[in-house]
Nanobody
Framework: QAQLVESGGGLVQPGGSLRLSCAAS????????MAWYRQAPGKERELVAT???????NYADSVKVRFTISRDNAKNTVYLQMNSLKPEDTAVYYC??????????WGQGTQVTVSS
């Protein structure tokens, strides 16, 4: 079983930046895809960004240009750099990983609040 631990959330003013981290308990090469999701109060969980083993990325239209997903293989960590944050980015952000055997793992989530 793999464990994913998110960190880096917090309170930030509109226009500010945050970097979320997702540390995996096993090599991230075990995963075919790693991703960030978010869930705002009263809304369904939505996909924010994905990163494949081959380095391919994909983003929700609402965060394109502003957010960047990346990884540090040596640290078994995936990041989500969030710039130009907006109040509508407020949500609990979850790390997700899918293995080559189609097992899916979730982190516990980290709260991001964008407010003045």
């Amino acid at each position: 079983q793999a464990q994913l631990v998110e960190s880096g959330g917090g309170l930030v003013q509109p226009g500010g930046s945050l970097r979320l981290s997702c540390a995996a308990s096993i090599s991230i090469f075990s995963f075919s895809t790693m991703a960030w999701y978010r869930q705002a109060p009263g809304k369904e969980r939505e996909l924010v960004a994905t990163l494949t083993t081959g380095g391919g990325t994909n983003y929700a239209d609402s965060v394109k240009v502003r957010f960047t997903i990346s990884r540090d293989n040596a640290k078994n960590t995936v990041y989500l750099q969030m710039n130009s944050l907006k109040p509508e980015d407020t949500a609990v952000y979850y790390c997700n990983a899918i293995t080559v055997f189609n097992q899916r793992f979730w982190g516990q989530g980290t709260q991001v609040t964008v407010s003045s």
